[in-house]
């Protein structure tokens, strides 16, 4: 390729305005001693404005199904059309006879990767910003799977607090209540520990020789607590609370709060 036929393919870019500031200069320059390149980039100018009406086609150049916005497309247009019309002093001198519009290959490859460019430069910002969408949502999501098994939890809970089927065990300010397989401590109003220590549930399986320890808790501002203590009930033929140290005991530290056979 000689140095007038690269020419010939930076006056196609430079048409579109897409040329950077030192290269166009350097076309500039050429086509005023270059009365060939000056009728080509002549010839170029109602391609290029045609390109404004052809982006469509240019789907296919910037990489499969992107397709830039209107908005998009009209910015770009705009440039392309606004570098086109601008009046270049090399051009002042003859004017010919329009000739008949030809697109070389190369102008509209030029003009392609020109709103190629443009639209990944886009869509790589749009993607960032699905991608955060995307995280925002899992977490939502994940949010929502656990508030739903709250829910579901609390609804067994209710459910089997207040079933006939379910029995009772009184105990000081609440009760133990057994409902097939599971056990809960259910307190009215039960006063706030000491700074520091929790209330600690304990369960003596059958047959065993010793309470074994099991969840911590805390009443509410109100002195409710409803509290499931994870055993199989069937299994557990005593519970009892005491208070705690933060963390919980492995032996009862205090004297219990209650004490309550389920026979
Ligand atoms: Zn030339």
Redesign the pocket.
């Known amino acids: 390729m000689n140095?007038?036929d690269a020419?010939?393919d930076d006056?196609a870019v430079y048409a579109l305005g897409a040329l950077p500031r030192g290269q166009a200069r350097a076309v500039r320059e050429?086509?005023a001693?270059?009365?060939?390149?000056?009728a080509?980039y002549r010839r170029l100018k109602p391609a290029v404005d045609a390109v404004a009406y052809s982006a469509e086609a240019c789907r296919d150049a910037a990489g499969g199904a992107v397709v830039p916005s209107p908005r998009l497309k009209a910015r770009i247009m705009d440039q392309v059309r606004g570098s086109a019309a601008r009046p270049r002093p090399y051009n002042v001198g003859e004017m010919r006879a329009v000739r008949p519009i030809v697109w070389p290959a190369y102008a509209v490859a030029a003009a392609c990767l020109a709103v190629a460019l443009v639209t990944s430069a886009f869509n790589i910002s749009l993607n960032e910003e699905l991608h955060q969408s995307q995280a925002q949502l899992a977490q939502l999501g994940t949010h929502t799977k656990l508030l739903n098994r709250q829910v579901a939890a609390q609804r067994t809970e209710l459910a089997d607090l207040t079933s006939t089927e379910s029995q009772h065990f009184a105990v000081e300010d609440g009760e133990v209540v057994r409902h097939g397989n599971r056990l809960y401590i259910a307190m009215q109003s039960m006063g706030m520990p000491p700074r520091g220590k929790v209330y600690q549930a304990w369960i003596m399986r059958k047959g065993g020789k010793q309470m074994t320890p099991s969840v911590t808790f805390m009443p509410d501002h109100s002195g409710v607590a409803v509290v499931h203590v994870p055993a199989r009930a069937s299994q557990i033929v005593e519970v009892a609370v005491s208070v705690e140290p933060e963390g919980g005991s492995k032996q009862p530290t205090s004297k219990p709060a209650f004490v309550v056979k389920l026979t």
């Open positions: 140095p007038h020419m010939l006056i050429h086509m001693t270059c009365p060939e390149c000056t080509e």
